[in-house]
């Protein structure tokens, strides 16, 4: 084995010149994560919480899995104010009260698929995903004739897989900004304050149809909302349809406006 001998002098330039290319992989490596922790965010698929809007609108939301007791007052509410909401049914509610599903849409309401069993869905298989889905919607357009392209899942549990399958199978998926907590059995102060303290144009405000307190605490919060201006819409009437781009929190934009730059761009 033949040793070799370096001065002194030699093996400090050495050190340097290793020190250097060390300096530049770790600046090549600092520069180059962010870029892709930026790209694996942006390929994220997330449902839709709320909307970029400068017009003052919002959606206002309810849940039905279980009861019909209050419906037809929320129903009277809605006309009294002029707010056009979206409904989200369970499929065995849909079975139970056929005849509600039917006044929600003669009233000129939305329906949205709330899923057939109200399962936790996260972690479902692409064919039980449709089929929680499915069978729903084809109970649905069966009593009113409407296609249904809305989804919300139970509990609010989603995970990418739900969002894309959904995507892919023409579904958008709605979650919410300002949850009034209702099913907590809140009352209509209590829910007041959660939506004063959210509110904001393109919010999505999550109530249920049968909650103890719902029909005053609606009723407290419709007023709340003419007061600052507010009209109530229906979701597809408040959400963008594609192309468009989402944050990270859920908050959709117009894809051509570009004011999202962050945005993970949604088709």
Not at 17 to 31: D, G, K, S, T, Y
Not at 117 to 146: F, V, Y
Not at 180 to 193: F, H, I, Q, R
Request: with cysteine; net charge negative; proline share 4%.
């Amino acid at each position: 084995m033949k040793v070799v001998y370096l001065g002194k002098r030699k093996i400090k330039v050495i050190a340097a010149a290793a020190m250097a290319l060390a300096l530049v992989a770790l600046a090549v490596f600092l520069w180059q994560a962010p870029s892709t922790a930026v790209s694996a965010a942006q390929n994220k698929q997330i449902p839709v919480y709320c909307v970029s809007t400068e017009e003052k609108k919002v959606s206002i939301t309810f849940d039905a899995s279980w009861g019909n007791e209050q419906t037809e007052g929320i129903l009277e509410l809605l006309d009294q104010y002029n707010v056009k909401a979206t409904f989200f049914l369970v499929g065995y509610w849909v079975d139970a009260y056929p005849e509600q599903v039917k006044m929600i849409t003669d009233r000129g309401h939305e329906i949205g698929n709330h899923s057939s069993t109200h399962p936790h869905m996260a972690g479902l298989s692409r064919d039980q995903i449709l089929t929680e889905i499915g069978n729903t919607n084809d109970k649905i357009t069966a009593l009113t004739g409407q296609k249904v392209d809305l989804f919300r899942p139970p509990y609010g549990e989603w995970d990418e897989n739900l969002v894309k399958v959904c995507r892919d199978a023409g579904y958008q998926v709605i979650q919410w900004n300002i949850d009034s907590l209702d099913w907590k059995g809140t009352t209509a102060d209590e829910m007041v304050s959660r939506v004063q303290k959210k509110l904001e144009p393109g919010s999505i405000i999550l109530f249920h149809n049968n909650s103890e307190h719902i029909l005053e605490g609606l009723k407290a919060v419709l007023e709340e909302l003419t007061s600052q201006g507010y009209q109530g819409v229906k979701v597809s009437d408040l959400i963008y349809d594609d192309p468009y781009t989402i944050d990270h929190e859920g908050r959709q934009f117009p894809a051509s406006t570009g004011a999202a730059a962050t945005a993970t761009p949604q088709t």
